[in-house]
């Protein structure tokens, strides 16, 4: 795809490249709210997100949306939503990992839309739990609207009869990370139901216990990893784990990127194969 030229300052993210490590302050630049249309043109622009992967351009709308958050731009919540279906059609982990932050920096004004999103069953399931992740960014963020995101999220797993059980993990993982001791009885019901990954947040006592509404388990603890990988794998992998003292690690899964790619294709760092790569 061709690739669009931005004016000054904008020009200056087309060749920042890598963004691997601390978020730059993107004012630096000379980055100021009269940028924000542009900002986000870059954000959503097609041919910077299908750049070639060597090249500084394909970092670009990664730049844009985090100068868009820094900014609190919330005319940049529509299209910055409509980003992420690229986490399940393309892959893309920057706007996996990224774009909850976006919005919990731009606060509660992304909450109707980012929620309608979650809400929406025929979108993809990362997709699904990157918005259910911008929610619970907000609510940390931003305590005043931390209620009204506990609400949502509590909403959305009232649904668990019918949602994958992944991610009803996640909204159990995110309602978790917002202490949401008021959401217990809606979590203990979809775990008696059987609906929810064991190996994101770990079981009923286990959520129970890092609620603080039990004191310590009374039950043994499972290998939740090696349980979710049935009976063929899981006897294997804890014997395995068992012979070279191995510690089993947190069901606290969620907190790691690992076991999201783990379930999803591996990408390149940024930019995607090209048909003429294959």
């Known amino acids: 795809m061709t690739i669009t030229s931005y004016a000054f300052p904008l020009d200056k993210l ?3 490249g890598d963004v691997h490590g601390k978020w730059p302050d993107y ?3 000379g980055l100021t709210p009269e940028h924000i249309p542009d900002l986000i043109r870059m954000a959503t622009d097609e041919g910077l997100h299908w750049a070639d992967s ?7 709308p990664v730049h844009a949306w985090r100068a868009l958050g820094q900014l609190r731009a919330e005319s940049a919540v529509e299209p910055l939503v409509g980003l992420f279906h690229r986490i399940d059609d393309d892959d893309d982990e920057w706007a996996q990992e990224e774009l909850p932050e976006v919005f919990g920096m731009i606060g509660p004004a992304a909450i109707p839309a980012v929620a309608e999103y979650l809400a929406d069953a025929s979108h993809g399931l990362w997709a699904r739990v990157a918005a259910a992740s911008s929610l619970k960014e907000i609510g940390q963020r931003h305590p005043d609207a931390r209620a009204e995101c506990v609400t949502l999220l509590t909403q959305q797993l009232e649904h668990f009869a019918d949602q994958d ?3 009803n993990a996640d909204l159990v993982g ?9 959401s217990a009885p809606v979590m203990e019901r979809a775990f008696a139901a059987k609906r929810v990954e064991l190996s994101v947040a770990g079981d009923w006592e286990e959520v129970q216990v ?16 090696a ?12 014997a395995l784990a068992e012979q070279m003292q191995v510690p089993e690690p947190s069901p606290q899964i969620r907190k790691s990127k690992a076991q999201k790619r783990d379930k999803r294709k591996q990408q390149e760092p940024r930019g995607k194969k090209k048909p003429w790569q294959s």
């Open 165 to 167: 059980e992944t991610l």
């Open 210 to 225: 890092e609620l603080g509404l039990l004191e310590k388990r009374k039950t043994p603890r499972p290998n939740f990893v």
């Open 54 to 60: 060597n090249s500084p351009e394909v970092y670009a």
């Open 27 to 29: 004012r630096q630049y």
């Open 227 to 238: 349980d979710s990988l049935g009976p063929e794998l899981g006897p294997r992998l804890k």
């Open 14 to 16: 087309l060749t920042l």
């Open 174 to 182: 995110t309602l978790l990370d917002l202490k949401a001791v008021e």
